[in-house]
């Protein structure tokens, strides 16, 4: 039971939250303090100087900003008041309702606006809303703290190529208005990097998330992507519910596997990249995408462009800063310390000792093609740690791995062929996964890393035996 009695509402969760008003009109002042209060702590500015000092001195949840200041520009001012916190929850109040002002308002980073006289109905369910939001955005970021810790890896490599990309994405960590697009075969670790780029390069206060796009089906991709209000269509939760766009607020989206989403699809996404404003689901009132936009996929996108299955609109919308995370065979410096990391890494979670490498296994891991990448090599060592003895690995555990020349020919790499060689890896590892585990079809998928219902997905393609 809540210890608070004054206030006639505890059975919400709220907290006593605090409202700071900003207007240079001492009437329009009085006229708010006296309806909010009693519901908020009501702090008051009549211009932006103070705004800021109150901001830092009450750390207000939201405020109200009538956007004709006499000091400085309502605009100039949001901006400020945003890079000082950006989480905090700006709604304007403006005297005309131009459209131009407004949008740009929301552009900047406000999250709602109203038109003076301000209705007290009004009024009041804007900031209850825009409390309640961002609550949830609070509770997300709360619940996603564990993972931020298990995402705190580094990014393993000394070649040319790796130094360079890491430099590449340095240097556009403060520029959150661009987006990224990585690009790069299946397990070069092009995840990898989308969490570098925000867990340690850049020092954005909100949260990674994490969107595979061609998992979501076309139905379900709006809402997820942009939240639905309210009794939106049937079978909408009660609440309505906020979407990705939005849970990922001041820090990064990943658009994950971009190259396999359906046209329809790209369209939509097309509006939101373009001008950073989406609506949720049976909602009219614009949003600003406060997210850094990165987009990865292993998918050739030029291809898709010319082949009529990837938007050209949209391709030249993500492709302003570009990174390649090259292939694995292409960066052979990479591959001892990765092998290094991944022994440290899974010694530790077998309680295993291994702690060289021979050289004749050294040089069959740098002869290999490694069509799987950097997660090819991963699963390899956390097979040989958890199944084998001893503390050198040697050629007989690697005895697997197809020398490159069988795969295809060195001069050439054509993509159906390397594409073969990396089925017919998988297929492999997965046969002699299910022989370890006497059939064990949830031991073999975690013993490869592979989720479970790919792992059934491929036996029934490959037509593989399960014990
Ligand atoms: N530079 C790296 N340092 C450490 N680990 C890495 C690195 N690159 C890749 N990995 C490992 O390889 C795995 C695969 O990487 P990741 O998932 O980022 O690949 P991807 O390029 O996104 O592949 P896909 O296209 O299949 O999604 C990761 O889980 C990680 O363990
Ligand atoms: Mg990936």
């Known amino acids: 039971m809540s210890q608070r009695t004054d206030t006639g509402n505890q059975e919400t969760e709220l907290p006593d939250q605090t409202v700071l008003v900003v207007d240079d009109d001492k009437s329009v002042l009085t006229g708010l303090r006296m309806t909010l209060e009693g519901d908020y702590n009501v702090v008051a500015a009549e211009n932006g100087a103070q705004a800021l000092s109150l901001l830092h001195e009450k750390e207000p949840d939201l405020i109200l900003l009538d956007i004709g200041l006499p000091d400085t520009s309502g605009m100039e001012l949001i901006e400020q008041l945003k890079s000082a916190d950006p989480e905090i929850v700006v709604i304007m109040i403006t005297a005309v309702e131009d459209i131009r002002v407004v949008v740009k308002a929301l552009k900047l980073g406000a999250y709602?606006?109203?038109?003076?006289?301000?209705?007290?109905?009004?009024?009041?369910?804007?900031?209850?809303?825009?409390?309640?939001?961002?609550?949830?955005?609070?509770?997300?970021?709360?619940?996603?703290?564990?993972?931020?810790e298990r995402y705190r890896f580094d990014l393993i490599g000394r070649s040319p190529q790796v130094k360079a990309m890491v430099r590449t994405a340095q240097k556009v960590t403060n520029s959150i208005e661009t987006p990224i697009l990585i690009l790069g075969e299946t397990g070069t670790g092009k995840g990898v990097l989308a969490r570098t780029i925000h867990f340690s390069f850049s020092e954005l206060p909100g949260p990674f998330v994490a969107v595979n796009c061609s998992a979501i089906t076309h139905d379900l991709f709006e809402s997820e992507l942009f939240g639905y209000e309210r009794g939106a269509f049937t079978g909408a939760?009660?609440?309505?519910?906020?979407?990705?766009?939005?849970?990922?607020?001041?820090?990064?989206?990943?658009?994950?596997?971009?190259?396999?989403?359906?046209?329809?699809?790209?369209?939509?996404?097309?509006?939101?990249?373009?001008?950073?404003?989406?609506?949720?689901?049976?909602?009219?009132?614009?949003?600003?995408v406060s997210a850094r936009i990165i987009a990865a996929t292993n998918v050739d996108l030029e291809k898709s462009v010319e082949e009529g299955m990837f938007r050209r609109d949209l391709f030249f919308r993500l492709n302003v800063v570009r990174i390649v995370v090259p292939p694995l065979r292409e960066r052979l410096a990479d591959i001892m310390p990765l092998t290094e990391y991944f022994i440290g890494h899974y010694n530790q979670k077998y309680s295993k000792n291994f702690t060289t490498v021979s050289l004749e296994a050294r040089k069959a891991l740098q002869e290999y093609s490694w069509p799987g990448n950097v997660r090819e090599l991963r699963n390899l060592l956390e097979r040989i740690i958890l199944l084998e003895k001893g503390s050198t690995i040697l050629?007989?555990?690697?005895?697997?791995?197809?020398?490159?020349?069988?795969?295809?020919?060195?001069?050439?790499?054509?993509?159906s062929e390397a594409t073969l060689g990396y089925e017919d890896a998988v297929k492999r590892l997965m046969q002699e996964a299910l022989g370890r585990t006497n059939g064990n079809v949830l031991e073999a998928a975690r013993l490869l890393g592979m989720p479970a219902h790919k792992m059934r997905y491929r036996i029934k393609k490959y037509d593989l035996k399960v014990g």
């Open 237 to 288: 939760k009660g609440e309505g519910r906020i979407g990705r766009f939005e849970e990922a607020a001041g820090g990064t989206i990943f658009l994950d596997e971009i190259g396999n989403m359906s046209l329809a699809d790209q369209s939509k996404l097309l509006g939101v990249v373009d001008d950073r404003m989406f609506h949720r689901v049976g909602g009219n009132k614009p949003y600003h």
């Open 395 to 415: 050629p007989r555990h690697l005895a697997f791995l197809k020398p490159p020349q069988e795969i295809c020919a060195p001069s050439e790499l054509d993509v």
């Open 112 to 148: 709602d606006y109203l038109v003076k006289p301000i209705d007290t109905q009004d009024l009041k369910v804007t900031l209850q809303n825009a409390l309640e939001t961002r609550l949830l955005k609070d509770k997300i970021r709360r619940i996603q703290k564990p993972n931020i």
